[in-house]
């Protein structure tokens, strides 16, 4: 299996058949589309409308439908893109067109979206400060929500999931929070 990692962005709307179809000519037989991710500064060179894309903090890129979603405490913000449409499974529908299995990537428990809104479940470190970036997998409502989300996930035609940040988001994790005294 030789996967490629795909902002939904990147294949949204008129684009999509361009760019699956680049990734099978590539060689690559699974697109891994991000479908839950965090913020960021990104550097797009081969975009001639924005060569630097900010995310959506901690934002979701398809529509939930489950039950299970609805019953969550805590719910990650939907991103603008499924305004207008659901960008993972368009995304599932065109790319076997291309030959192209698709996965879901999810950034688990970094996600300052939630954070903001809900401080008492972020992580606390040994002194007692808050890290603004970090969901706390040791609390229930947290650990709800991953689920949740796995669950969302598993009821659509992904060949796998892959988690990322699955666990405690270390004291040296680099985000656009600039960390004085640390290199």
Known sequence: MY???????????????????RIAAAGINTVKVAAIYHTGKILLT??????????????????????????LALKPPISRLCATG????????????????????????????ITAARPDVSTVNAYGDRYPHSLCPMQPEVR?????????LAGR?????VLEAAGFVPF??????????VE
């Open 3 to 21: 996967s490629f990692y795909l902002y939904p962005w990147d294949a949204a709307g008129s684009q999509m058949a361009g760019v699956l179809g």
């Open 46 to 71: 081969a975009n001639s409308s924005a060569r630097v894309r900010f995310p959506e903090d901690g934002a979701v890129y398809f529509r939930p439908f489950s039950e299970e979603w609805h019953n």
């Open 86 to 113: 659901d960008p993972l499974a368009e995304i599932c529908a065109e790319a076997p067109r291309h030959g192209l299995a698709v996965g879901a990537w999810v950034v688990c428990l970094h996600n300052r979206a």
């Open 144 to 152: 709800q929500y991953l689920r949740g989300m796995v669950q969302e």
């Open 157 to 161: 035609p992904l060949r796998n999931i």
């Open 172 to 181: 040296r994790h680099y985000s656009y929070v600039q960390v004085e005294g």
